[in-house]
Nanobody, 120 residues
Framework: VQLVESGGGSVQSGGSLRLSCDAS????????MAWFRQIPGKERELVAN???????TYSDSVKGRFTISRDKSKATVHLQMNDLRAADTARYYC???????????????WGQGTQVSVSS
């Protein structure tokens, strides 16, 4: 495991959770970082990414509800998830690629994932 996620759990619909990813093993400042999620039997979905200039992109399904951010001093990336819905239930993975900008290249670095469960 090269990235370490934390902060998953169970919450009711409309609630909030904050995920964190420790990337301190890397030259963090050179990493495009992202959060993915996966439901069993479905493809992994890109939720959000952030580059070294703090430019962000989001999937349409989470735009306006989720916020990705990075704490450069602590080499940590966060995913603040608000107004959670049952459809957000998934295992969430932190990922990184050694590129300054998020250009769609494959991510070679992954965490073990953290489960988020939202009950309606």
């Amino acid at each position: 495991v090269q990235l370490v996620e934390s902060g998953g759990g169970s919450v009711q619909s409309g609630g909030s959770l904050r995920l964190s990813c420790d990337a301190s093993r890397f030259t963090y400042r050179n990493l495009c970082m992202a959060w993915f999620r996966q439901i069993p039997g479905k493809e992994r979905e890109l939720v959000a990414n952030i580059d070294i200039g703090d430019r962000t992109t989001y999937s349409d399904s989470v735009k306006g509800r989720f916020t990705i951010s990075r704490d450069k001093s602590k080499a940590t990336v966060h995913l603040q998830m608000n107004d959670l819905r049952a459809a957000d239930t998934a295992r969430y993975y932190c990922a990184g690629v050694n590129m300054k900008f998020c250009t769609g290249s494959p991510f070679p670095y992954w965490g073990q994932g953290t489960q988020v469960s939202v009950s309606s």
